[in-house]
């Protein structure tokens, strides 16, 4: 009987350990993922971003901001990405639980230069499905240290 008690209790035990694993609390319904966040993009003048042609998977893509003014801006690698669903922005739920952040490096777009910028989201995003979609990003206009303007480029693709 210690026998059978020992191999029912490793077998219990494994049951136990399998049904504990993590979850993200993310709804599979997009109609209740949360809102965008942000209602005012493209506002910089002569300044925007766009998919690289043949770039775009299931897992990232590569932007290209451009920058036609005299003035040079700087942008990081913090996005976030949004789905359209029924007309509105919403956010895609980040698929990994606890904390998680960006380096906080500062890229510089020249003045009248080009950047590309290669995105890889599976880390937070997992893979996406089909549908159209867009990535958000924040670019600075550094006017002293400590002293600048935020502003948010989007740019929208499909995956089909």
């Not at 893509?61 to 942008?75: A, D, H, K």
């Not at 029924?86 to 895609?92: G, P, R, S, T, Y």
């Not at 893979?127 to 159209?132: A, Q, R």
Request: charged residues 25%; hydrophobic residues 30%.
């Amino acid at each position: 009987m210690g026998k059978t008690t020992f191999i029912l209790g490793v077998m219990l035990s494994l049951l136990f350990i399998s049904g504990c694993g993590t979850s993200n609390n993310t709804s599979n319904d997009e109609t209740e993922w949360e809102p965008t966040e942000y209602e005012d993009v493209n506002t910089l003048d002569g300044v925007t971003m766009h998919v690289k042609e043949g770039t775009v998977s299931a897992i990232g893509l590569t932007v290209i901001l451009e920058n036609s003014r005299e003035q040079g801006y700087t942008y990081g690698e913090y996005f976030s990405l949004e789905k359209k669903v029924e007309d509105h922005w919403v956010q895609v739920p980040i698929t990994i639980d606890g904390d998680y952040g960006f380096n906080d490096i500062g890229y510089g777009l020249e003045p009248n230069g080009t950047s590309e910028w290669k995105v890889d989201w599976e880390w937070l995003y997992g893979s996406l499905d089909s549908g159209d979609y867009r990535i958000v990003k924040d670019i600075l206009d550094i006017k002293e240290p400590g002293d600048y303007e935020r502003y948010y480029l989007a740019v929208e693709f499909t995956l089909d």
